[in-house]
T-cell receptor
Framework: ETGVTQSPTHLIKTRGQQVTLRCSSQ?????VSWYQQALGQGPQFIFQ???????GRGNFPPRFSGLQFPNYSSELNVNALELDDSALYLC??????????????FGPGTRLTVL | AQSVAQPEDQVNVAEGNPLTVKCTYS??????LFWYVQYPNRGLQFLLK??????LVKGSYGFEAEFNKSQTSFHLKKPSALVSDSALYFC?????????????FGAGTRLAVHP
């Protein structure tokens, strides 16, 4: 098991609501990345945070936003939820962002269901 | 476009037999390649990675992977499969863009090991 934790484990929301997911990085890691894994698909990169700044984003709309705190924990916020946002959301931490060789260690994920 | 392909949705193998899970990639420049495993209702666990050097990479739980530059492949292997190896396996390539790195995943291959 990695030292990456996520909360909550499961969440059910209705369309149009807002949600906040939380992630605690592995000790010593200062970079957090978030991924969305729809059912039957591989994870898709949402964005990455390094030293409390977003330093990269995938093909996701602005209603997906995030924060990283001084202790390197992180939040993913999604506004105006849509049915297609139903997925497993994965947080991954790594030692330093911006290096292709760095291993990203994943948490157990948060299963979001939008009704 | 830079991508990863896993041509098999599912691989079936008898316990004790060797297993291979296939992965091909399409990237510009030197590839940084990873294998992750996902058990039901769990996050992704890191198995191994190829950065440079020896084409045969050894990883966790007896898994290894062979990098073949001419065939742009990075197949996952294990000499003797266990029933407990049954899971979903993802191949990924790590890409640098600006100041961040992201993982691009294949669609995944479900491995079923039968007693």
């Amino acid at each position: 098991e990695t030292g990456v934790t996520q909360s909550p484990t499961h969440l059910i929301k209705t369309r149009g609501q807002q949600v906040t997911l939380r992630c605690s990085s592995q000790s010593g890691h200062n970079t957090v990345s978030w991924y969305q894994q729809a059912l039957g698909q591989g994870p898709q990169f949402i964005f990455q945070y390094y030293r409390e700044e977003e330093n990269g984003r995938g093909n996701f709309p602005p209603r997906f936003s995030g924060l990283q705190f001084p202790n390197y924990s992180s939040e993913l916020n999604v506004n105006a939820l849509e049915l297609d946002d139903s997925a497993l959301y994965l947080c991954a931490s790594s030692f330093v962002g911006g290096r292709a060789a760095d291993t990203q260690y994943f948490g157990p994920g948060t299963r979001l269901t939008v009704l | 476009a830079q991508s990863v392909a896993q041509p098999e949705d599912q691989v079936n193998v008898a316990e004790g037999n060797p297993l291979t899970v296939k992965c091909t990639y399409s990237v510009s420049g030197n590839p940084y390649l990873f294998w992750y495993v996902q058990y039901p209702n769990r996050g992704l666990q890191f198995l191994l990675k190829y950065i440079t050097g020896d084409n045969l990479v050894k990883g966790s739980y007896g898994f290894e992977a062979e990098f073949n530059k001419s065939q742009t492949s990075f197949h996952l292997k294990k000499p003797s499969a266990l029933v407990s190896d049954s899971a979903l396996y993802f191949c990924a390539v790590s890409l640098i863009s600006g100041g961040y790195n992201k993982l691009i995943f294949g669609a995944g291959t479900r491995l079923a090991v039968h007693p």
